[in-house]
C-alpha cells in the first residue's frame, strides 16, 4: 500500500499553487471585465428547469470589434433550425447582390396567324418565388396585347433552371404537406404576399346551419386542387377542431372536424404536389380568363432552340425579397436561393453545388464551415449544425459589408407588432427596456430553439449573440429562456 510521506505533500502543494488559473486567460478577462451579466447567464444556465437535460450554445461578442465576451459551449455544434437562414441570406447578397431578381420567361414557336398562335407557348421558370395569380394574368395580358386570342398548339412549362430533386436531403416525411415543407422547383407560385412558393391557403368557414360542412375558399382560386370536406358545422359551445392535410402524392385537401356556429374562420396552408403543373394551371386559367383560348394540353418540357423569346416577367429585387424570407423565416425561400447560388456560379441548381458555394462564401467572411455539418439552407434538417461563435462571428462580420442595411433591416425585431417589421418577434420581448431594441433570427425545429442577432444594451452598445438550444422538452419554453438571456445582455 502507498503511503504518503510529508515530503510529497509539499511537493504536490508546490505544484498546485504553481499552476496558471484559468481566469487569466484573454476570454476569462473578458468575461470578469464584463460585469454581473455573465454571472447571472451562468447561473440561468445551471438553474433553469427547462435546461436540465438539455444542450445549449451561447456566444456573445462586442459588436465593435468583435471581441467575444462570453460563451458557454460556444464551440459545441449544435442544430440552429432557422438560424441557418443567417448564413444562406449572407451568401445569397454576397454571391447575387441586393439588386438581383428572378425572371419568368414566355417563349413561342410559331407564328400569329389571324390572331392565333400556331404553335407552343412555353412558360420557362427561373426560380421567381414571388409569382401571384396577378402576375400570371400580366403575362396572359402581353399576349393579348400582341393581338392573340388563341394558341393552337401546347402550353409547357419548363423547370429545368433548377435540378428535379424537390426536396432536401433531411426533410421530415411529415412535413412534405405541410407549407414549411414544400416542393423546390424553378417553376412555382405563391397564394399571397407572404411569399410561401408552393402552397395554397384555405379558410374554412362556418355556415348558418348546424350540422351542414363549413365553406372552404382556396387562395389562389384554381380548379389545380380538389377538396374533400367532412368537416361540421356545430353549435356555438362545440369544439374549434380543423385539420386540413393533403394525401400524399395527389393534390387532394381533406378537410376534417369541428367549427362552431359564431366562430372565427381557421386559416391553414398546404403544400401542392407538383408546384410546375400548379404554375402552369394558374397561367392557362389566367389565359382563359382573359379570353385566350388554349387548343392544346399542358405539359412539362424544354424550350427548344428556335423558340422566341416574348415576355419576361421579373420578381421584385433580394434587396426586398429577404424581407419575407427573414421576417416570416420561409424555408421555400432559403432552398431556393440555395440553388440559385449553385446555378449561378456553377451553372448547377442543386443543393450539393449550391451549398457548395454557400460554404466558400461564408470562408470569406471569416467562418470556417469546415467546423460545421450544412445540409440545407433552410434549417429544417434535423442534421445541419452549427457552432454559436460561428454564428455570432458571422453576424460581426457582414457589419463591413455594403449590403448589410438590407440584411439587418430584414431580421426580425422585439415587440414590433406589424407582420412584416416583427416578423416572427413580434410578440416576443414587448417590455420597455427590450422592444425594437433586439434585431434577430429565430429557429425552431422539434426539441430545438435558436435566437441569434443584435441587442442595443441599456448602456448603448450594440452587442452580438447567439443562443442555439438543443434536446429541449417544449421549444416555447425554450424561447422564453432566449427571451430572459437577451434580458440580462440588455440590461447592462
Do not use: C
Given at each position: 500500500m502507498f503511503k504518503r510521506s510529508k515530503y510529497f505533500t509539499i511537493v504536490i502543494f508546490i505544484m498546485l499553487t504553481s499552476i496558471v488559473p484559468?481566469?487569466?486567460?484573454?476570454?476569462?478577462?473578458?468575461?470578469?471585465s464584463a460585469g454581473g451579466w455573465?454571472?447571472?447567464?451562468?447561473?440561468?444556465?445551471?438553474?433553469?428547469?427547462?435546461?436540465?437535460?438539455?444542450?445549449?450554445?451561447?456566444?456573445?461578442r462586442n459588436a465593435a470589434d468583435g471581441k467575444l465576451l462570453y460563451e458557454h459551449q460556444g464551440d459545441i455544434r449544435l442544430r440552429p433550425a432557422s438560424n441557418m437562414k443567417l448564413l444562406t441570406a449572407a451568401a445569397a447578397l454576397k454571391v447575387l447582390g441586393e439588386d438581383y431578381t428572378f425572371p419568368t420567361?414566355?417563349?413561342?414557336?410559331?407564328?400569329?396567324?389571324?390572331?392565333a398562335l400556331?404553335?407552343?407557348?412555353?412558360?420557362?421558370?427561373?426560380?421567381?418565388?414571388?409569382l401571384l395569380k396577378a402576375d400570371f394574368v400580366k403575362i396572359a395580358l402581353s399576349l393579348k396585347e400582341r393581338g392573340i386570342n388563341k394558341i393552337k398548339g401546347n402550353i409547357i412549362g419548363d423547370d429545368?433552371?433548377?435540378?428535379?430533386?424537390?426536396?432536401?436531403?433531411?426533410?421530415?416525411?411529415?412535413?412534405?404537406?405541410?407549407?414549411?415543407?414544400a416542393q423546390?422547383?424553378?417553376?412555382?407560385?405563391?397564394?399571397?404576399?407572404?411569399?410561401?412558393?408552393?402552397?395554397?391557403?384555405?379558410?374554412?368557414?362556418?355556415?348558418?346551419?348546424k350540422g351542414d360542412r363549413p365553406k372552404v375558399e382556396i387562395t389562389p382560386d384554381t380548379g389545380y386542387l380538389a377538396v374533400i370536406n367532412h368537416a361540421v358545422t356545430v353549435d356555438k359551445d362545440g369544439k374549434k377542431k380543423i385539420t386540413v392535410e393533403r394525401e400524399h402524392g395527389k393534390n387532394t385537401i381533406v378537410i376534417k372536424g369541428t367549427i362552431p356556429i359564431t366562430t372565427k374562420s381557421v386559416t391553414e396552408w398546404a403544400a401542392v404536389w407538383n408546384p410546375t403543373r400548379y404554375a402552369l394551371t394558374l397561367f392557362k386559367e389566367a389565359l382563359e380568363d382573359q379570353g385566350i383560348k388554349v387548343?392544346?394540353?399542358?405539359?412539362?418540357?424544354?424550350?427548344?432552340?428556335?423558340?422566341?423569346?416574348?415576355?419576361i416577367h421579373r420578381s421584385m429585387p433580394l434587396?426586398?425579397?429577404?424581407?419575407?424570407?427573414?421576417?416570416?423565416?420561409?424555408?421555400?425561400?432559403?432552398?431556393?436561393?440555395?440553388?440559385?447560388?449553385?446555378?449561378?456560379?456553377e451553372g448547377e441548381g442543386s443543393w450539393k453545388t449550391g451549398l457548395t458555394v454557400l460554404k466558400s462564401e461564408l470562408s470569406k467572411l471569416g467562418v470556417n464551415p469546415n467546423t460545421m455539418v450544412l445540409r440545407d439552407g433552410s434549417g429544417i434538417s434535423h442534421v445541419t449544425s452549427i457552432q454559436a461563435n460561428q454564428i455570432s462571428q458571422l453576424l460581426y462580420a457582414v457589419q463591413k459589408e455594403k449590403w448589410f442595411p438590407v440584411y439587418l433591416n430584414s431580421l426580425p425585431i422585439s415587440g414590433k407588432p406589424k407582420k412584416m417589421t416583427g416578423g416572427s418577434l413580434r410578440y416576443r420581448m414587448k417590455t420597455q427596456g427590450l422592444q425594437g431594441k433586439v434585431l434577430a433570427k429565430t429557429g425552431t425545429l422539434s426539441t430545438v430553439s435558436s435566437l441569434s442577432g443584435y441587442v442595443d444594451t441599456k448602456s448603448g452598445q450594440r452587442l452580438i449573440f447567439s443562443i442555439i438550444l438543443n434536446n429541449l422538452l417544449d421549444e416555447e419554453k425554450g424561447k422564453k429562456v432566449e427571451d430572459q438571456m437577451v434580458s440580462i445582455i440588455a440590461n447592462q
Open positions: 484559468y481566469t487569466s486567460s484573454p476570454f476569462a478577462e473578458a468575461k470578469e455573465t454571472q447571472q447567464l451562468d447561473y440561468l444556465l445551471k438553474n433553469q428547469a427547462e435546461l436540465q437535460g438539455a444542450l445549449a450554445g451561447i456566444s456573445v420567361e414566355l417563349y413561342s414557336d410559331g407564328p400569329v396567324k389571324k390572331k400556331a404553335g407552343n407557348l412555353y412558360l420557362k421558370g427561373k426560380g421567381d418565388p414571388t429545368s433552371w433548377y435540378d428535379a430533386v424537390r426536396y432536401s436531403v433531411d426533410l421530415p416525411w411529415s412535413d412534405e404537406t405541410t407549407y414549411y415543407g423546390i422547383s424553378a417553376l412555382t407560385a405563391s397564394p399571397n404576399s407572404d411569399f410561401d412558393a408552393g402552397t395554397v391557403k384555405l379558410e374554412v368557414k362556418p355556415v348558418d346551419r387548343e392544346g394540353k399542358m405539359k412539362t418540357g424544354l424550350v427548344p432552340d428556335t423558340a422566341t423569346l416574348i415576355h434587396s426586398e425579397l429577404v424581407v419575407p424570407f427573414m421576417k416570416l423565416s420561409n424555408n421555400t425561400h432559403a432552398e431556393i436561393l440555395t440553388k440559385e447560388m449553385g446555378k449561378v456560379v
